[in-house]
């Protein structure tokens, strides 16, 4: 009936969108690290705006998937706060216990890409700020006039992707799937 929860179905179809944005956020991460990997740091701003905008939809995503989850529960008789594992083996006969487990497989292996590509962002992240940290030493130590204040902003804008990318570790998801991050 139209209004009804869709149990099973309905936490099916969140997990799925879940992973989708699990996935556009280790595109965006890898697509920073590709610029950062190039020199290009002049793209950070809009890379962060992408990882922040994508982050924004997996909290949105994370959420409808805990309210999901607890329908399914509340179906299933299972106590507490659900996670996937416990979800997967209270499932009554049939597809959804093995489904369950393909989703907590598949979205624990990409928290792993996710986690070594956040690793490599703080890794480059870290070298540009270094980079940066010299061409103010530079910019202080020359005769020369220098546009201080591009260099400046190009330490902000490292910053501000560094703090970003510090917050892209999913450990709520990671929890949901009864595994650590």
């Known amino acids: 009936m139209i209004g009804e929860p869709l149990g099973a179905d309905g ?5 799925w969108r879940e992973r989708r944005q699990l996935e556009l956020l280790n595109f965006r991460l890898e697509t920073q690290l590709l610029y950062l ?7 950070l701003t ?4 992408d990882l922040e905008a994508v982050l924004e939809k997996l909290r949105f995503e994370t959420l409808a998937r805990n309210v999901e989850a607890a329908a399914v529960a509340a179906e299933w008789g299972v106590p507490g ?10 499932a009554p006969e049939g597809i959804w216990g093995e489904l369950l487990l393909d989703h907590r497989r598949d979205m624990s292996l990409l928290l792993q890409h996710i986690q070594s590509a956040i690793e490599a962002n703080r890794e480059a992240l870290k070298s540009a700020l270094e ?5 103010l030493d530079a910019v202080a130590s020359s005769p020369e006039p220098a546009d201080e204040l591009s260099v400046l902003a190009r330490q902000a804008n490292a910053a501000h992707a560094l703090a970003v990318v510090e917050n892209c570790g999913q450990p709520l998801v990671a929890e949901f799937l009864g595994a650590t991050e």
């Open 81 to 90: 706060e659900p996670d996937l594992p416990r979800l997967a083996a209270a």
């Open 11 to 15: 936490l099916s179809a969140t997990l």
């Open 37 to 43: 990997g190039t020199g290009k740091t002049q793209w």
């Open 46 to 49: 809009f890379t962060s705006a």
């Open 131 to 135: 980079g940066v940290a010299r061409d």
